[in-house]
């Protein structure tokens, strides 16, 4: 069964162009890239999810985040 999200791929794709648009325009490289990613969701679950949830939150980003990720070349 899919997964239905409470956002539009359109607001989800417009704010993926901005931050990758900030990115590029930084000429940013793939580790700092990622460095920069991880360290906004560490924030944002330390500053915004109550204690008691972030672990189980973690743990669902990783999992969902680790699905996603292709192993074929583009």
């Known amino acids: ?3 239905i999200s409470k956002y539009s791929n359109e ?8 931050v990758m648009e900030v990115l590029h325009k930084n000429d940013v490289s793939v580790d700092l890239s990622l460095m920069v990613l991880g360290n906004t ?3 944002i679950i330390n500053s915004q999810v109550p204690s008691n949830k972030r672990k189980e939150i973690g743990d669902k980003f990783v999992k969902a985040f680790s699905a996603s990720i292709s192993t074929k070349d583009n």
């Not at 607001?11 to 901005?18: A, F, G, P, S, Y």
Request: aromatic share 0%; hydrophobic share 45%.
């Open 1 to 3: 069964m899919p997964i």
């Open 41 to 43: 969701l560490t924030h």
């Open 11 to 18: 607001k989800i794709e417009n704010i993926l162009d901005d």
